[in-house]
């Protein structure tokens, strides 16, 4: 009697059958499917899931290789239980073995005393593993394009072309395939983030997204791993920068555009902070910083860092690392462990510096921002660009010459010099973030900071009101990167247009759409 065999569905829906001598295993063989499995196949088909009608086309496949006499016969038999009791059952009652590329459903059955053949990947390595050389930061894949892989340095890297020949949907599936099972069972291996049709994993130190349709147009997978592991000796900070960091510094932010190390240099002053005898912890999801066994890394606790950190509050650390802050709860969580007493050092993509303390701007009272930020440092092409430091007091801000209008404003300084760049107050019901410092021109050039507005409509008349301290002063209007016009406010600091004037329409439309930017003209 030729040998029966169950296919689970991994099987058809990633084509296992199809690789290397998969096939030979089972010439001859009687091959049974899971009316389930069928059943399944059919309705995620029908909602348009391409690798469920890929299962179907194995189906068919399978019934035109019986016809040809490689297989003996397909059977779709009736099964009332699903997934792995499916399979044991009609394993045991047809006296068959089971087929299947999950190495999960493999343990499973097997520890159930079920034959198993496996024909997944046997885990010793990954594919994706050939793009990468000692120079390589990522490698960008998918379906229909060239492999490219970003070579260099953070700030000084290349995009390069792996190769002419453009990449299959069959050989990403198989890739991305490979990486999901390994995550499974390698213990250095994290599912840090599992949706319908992406996952983040993290594999040593790879961090991989894969995306499939529909959530992508087409199958991608990128993988992006730390180039180096540097100590903070190697950034070749001021004594005075490297004694704050020793001594005072407890609210730290690490500030920089994508890609421009501030990973790397978090991890650098994990270790620093390890190597002084401090308890340091992470807040990380994906975890990928560099660092040593001694600091703990942790992800979301039940899908929420705020579980997390009520967790971290019992086990006392010095510092803790929150990597990647961009949604409002985790600068709430942030600011909540730090005035809790907890050194805090937030990693936060911006531009520009002064952008990192506007992102907690709203989200904190201004009167508590310096206790919650008192160091920040901007890494820009692998290296600290700038530094600053705040401090409030009470003082007329800078411009005002009315002393009724003193009011706490906090300073934000170039921490070398103790030159004060940036004055933070309230005016009215509004937080101003005001230069004054006169910019560079490489500044000039790539940053610009619009003055705070507020526009008033009448009924024939709008007004934008900028407040006292842009009295009598010329100012050019933006929608967007479009020059508008240049105007003079009057002794208040106001522009009065008509509101039925081409202008005072172009104004209003600006506003509605939040593209209206009110600058300082070159001459002021």
């Known amino acids: 009697m030729n040998k029966i065999v169950i296919l689970s569905q991994d099987v058809l829906v990633r084509s296992l ?47 035109k290789i019986a016809e040809q006499g490689v297989i003996e016969s397909v059977e779709v038999r009736e099964s009332k239980d699903k997934g792995v009791e499916s399979l044991a059952n009609l394993a045991s009652s047809m006296g068959g073995k089971v087929v299947t590329g999950d190495r999960v459903t493999a343990l499973a059955l097997m520890a159930r005393g079920v034959e198993v053949l496996y024909i997944g990947p046997l885990g ?6 050939k793009y990468f050389d000692e120079y390589t930061m990522s490698v960008h894949l998918k379906e229909g394009a060239p492999p490219m ?35 499974k069972t ?14 983040i994993i993290q594999i040593g130190s790879f961090r991989i997204l894969l995306a499939f349709p529909p959530f992508s147009d087409g199958l991608e997978i990128t993988v992006v791993r730390p180039l180096v592991k540097v100590t903070l000796d190697d950034y070749n900070l001021s004594e005075k920068l490297k004694e704050r960091l020793r001594e005072r510094a407890e609210g730290i932010v690490i500030a920089g555009p994508p890609g421009a190390g501030k990973t790397t240099f978090a991890s650098a002053l994990a270790e620093f902070y390890r190597s002084r005898g401090r308890i340091v912890k992470t807040l990380e999801s994906p975890r990928d910083l560099q660092v040593g066994p001694e600091i703990t890394q942790y992800g979301r606790l039940n899908g929420s860092f705020e579980n997390t950190a009520d967790l971290l509050l019992l086990v006392r650390p010095d510092y803790v690392i929150f990597d990647e802050m961009r949604k409002t709860q985790d600068f709430k969580i942030f600011v909540d462990m730090r005035l809790a007493g907890v050194g805090m050092i937030g990693v936060v993509h911006c531009g520009f510096p002064i952008e990192a303390i506007q992102r907690f701007i709203g989200r904190v009272d201004l009167g508590v921002l310096p206790h919650v930020v008192d160091t920040l440092i901007f890494i820009k092409d692998g290296r600290v660009q700038k530094v600053y430091s705040l401090k409030i007091v009470v003082k007329m801000p800078s411009g005002m010459k009315d002393v009724s209008l003193a009011r706490p404003v906090v300073l934000v300084k170039d921490f070398e010099s103790g030159n004060v760049e940036y004055e933070i107050y309230t005016f009215g019901d509004e937080i101003v973030v005001m230069p004054l410092k006169k910019p560079s021109q490489e500044e000039a050039i790539t940053v610009e900071v619009p003055v705070k507005y507020r526009l008033r409509k009448r009924k024939h008349t709008i007004i934008l009101e900028l407040g006292p301290e842009m009295a009598n002063t010329e100012v050019t209007l933006y929608s967007g990167s479009r020059e508008l ?3 003079t406010t009057d002794s208040k600091g106001r ?8 202008l005072g329409r172009r104004v209003v439309e600006a506003a509605k759409s939040d593209n209206l930017r009110i600058l300082p003209s070159k001459g002021d």
Request: glycine share 8%.
């Open 495 to 502: 522009i009065a247009l008509a509101r039925a004037s081409p």
């Open 17 to 63: 059958l199809r690789l290397n001598d998969n096939l030979e295993k089972i010439r001859g063989s009687k091959v049974v499917i899971p009316s389930w499995v069928l059943s399944e196949l059919e309705g995620k088909s029908a909602k348009g899931d391409r690798f469920a009608l890929g299962g179907l086309n194995e189906i068919v496949w399978l019934r």
């Open 124 to 129: 010793e390595g990954l594919s994706i593993s």
């Open 186 to 199: 390698d213990p250095n291996a994290f599912v840090e983030i599992e949706h319908k049709d992406a996952y």
């Open 149 to 183: 892989a970003k070579r260099g340095t953070p700030g000084n890297f290349e995009l390069v072309k792996l190769s002419k020949e453009p990449l299959s949907e069959y050989e990403l599936r198989s890739m991305a395939y490979e990486i999901l099972e390994k995550a």
């Open 485 to 487: 016009a240049t105007l």
